[in-house]
Nanobody, 115 residues
Framework: QVQLVESGGGLVQPGGSLRLSCVAS????????MGWYRQAPGKQRELVAR???????NYADSVKGRFTISRGNAKNTVYLQMNSLKPEDTAVYYC?????????WGQGTQVTVSS
């Protein structure tokens, strides 16, 4: 059983920044595909950014140039740096990890962008 714990969400004004963190219960020396998804009220969960075991990165078009996904020195950690936040970025953000072809999710962290 893999557990993921997200942190770093909160309330921020438009144009502001937040950094989300996710720590997995997997080994700190083994790299797994990880990513960030978000779900706004009344909408389906959508991909924000993901990073493969080989280091390839994909972003949703809506966040390109504003968000950056990265791994920590410990391989079970991933970050999402969010800059130039917009009200439409408001959502619950979930961390995802693929382990033995199964996807695991964290409990989510709320990000609210509002003045």
């Amino acid at each position: 059983q893999v557990q993921l714990v997200e942190s770093g969400g909160g309330l921020v004004q438009p144009g502001g920044s937040l950094r989300l963190s996710c720590v997995a219960s997997t080994s700190t020396f083994v790299i797994y595909p990880m990513g960030w998804y978000r779900q706004a009220p009344g909408k389906q969960r959508e991909l924000v950014a993901r990073i493969t075991s080989g280091g390839s990165i994909n972003y949703a078009d809506s966040v390109k140039g504003r968000f950056t996904i990265s791994r920590g020195n410990a391989k079970n950690t991933v970050y999402l740096q969010m800059n130039s936040l917009k009200p439409e970025d408001t959502a619950v953000y979930y961390c995802n990890l693929v382990y033995r072809e199964l996807g695991y999710w964290g409990q989510g962290t709320q990000v609210t962008v509002s003045s």
